[in-house]
């Protein structure tokens, strides 16, 4: 079946440092991949997806690949800000069976940035 | 930006009290989805739905029901509360084709005392 692993939390940042935070999947097909964010008291948002092998999803300064090869889609970002604190979900959509298209999340990875 | 609307926000109930959670859209989608989301911040599906008269249940056993009238509106009922309900309930909405994105509600946060 589809499975999404991503790096364990909390991650605790200064502000303008670098983060990534790793995903790895598994999938019988093609999945497109997403990364999905989750602020306090929040529902979830789409932060950035991609659909094929090699695209570059982005968004507010985060970027992640679609690597086929090492089945990964790891989220960076250049200077991370208060602001980004939050809950980051990696995530792929795969056909689950029946046509049936659903939506495999990883475990989600606390992010809290200090000024 | 996504319009998806969940209703109440938050919810504090005694056990044995019927609640019903309400999600609507106003994007025409299709597929709708009602997620649990555990204090470890793991998601599960309980629900979905491919459209009007159409729901099936997800990968996590759920006491809740849910029923889909309209296309815009899919919600969540629970016949008697308890304790081990308390969690948040969050709700989505796609369009059908293949692996197009979700887009959430704000999530309903449920205490059960």
């Known amino acids: 079946g589809n499975s999404v692993t991503q790096m364990e939390g909390p991650v605790t940042l200064s502000e303008e440092a670098f983060l990534t935070i790793n995903c790895t999947y598994t999938?019988?097909?093609?999945?497109?991949l997403f990364w999905y964010v989750q602020y306090p008291g929040e529902g979830l948002q789409l932060l950035l997806k991609?659909?094929?092998?090699?695209d570059k999803g982005s968004n507010k300064g985060f970027e992640a690949t679609y690597r086929k090869e090492t089945t990964s889609f790891h989220l960076e970002k250049g200077s991370v800000q208060v602001s980004d604190s939050a809950v980051y979900f990696c995530a792929l959509s795969e056909n689950s069976g029946a046509g049936s298209y659903q939506l495999t999340f990883g475990k989600g990875t606390k992010l809290s940035v200090i000024p | 930006e996504a319009d998806i609307y969940q209703t109440p926000r938050y919810l504090v109930i005694g056990t044995g009290k019927k609640i019903t959670l309400e999600c609507s859209q106003t994007?025409?989608?299709?597929?709708m989805y009602w997620y649990q989301q555990d204090p470890g911040m793991e998601l599960h599906l309980i629900h979905y739905s491919y459209g009007v008269n159409s729901t099936e249940k997800g990968d996590l056993s759920s006491e809740s029901t849910v029923s889909r009238i309209r296309t815009e509106h899919f919600p969540l009922t629970l016949e008697s509360a308890r304790p081990s309900h308390t969690s948040q309930y969050l709700c989505?909405?796609?369009?059908?084709?293949?692996?197009?994105?979700?887009?959430f509600g704000p999530g309903t946060r449920l205490l059960v005392l």
């Open positions: 994007m025409g989608h299709d597929k």
């Open positions: 999938a019988t097909g093609y999945p497109s």
């Open positions: 989505a909405s796609s369009e059908v084709r293949p692996k197009e994105t979700q887009y």
């Open positions: 991609a659909t094929k092998a090699d």
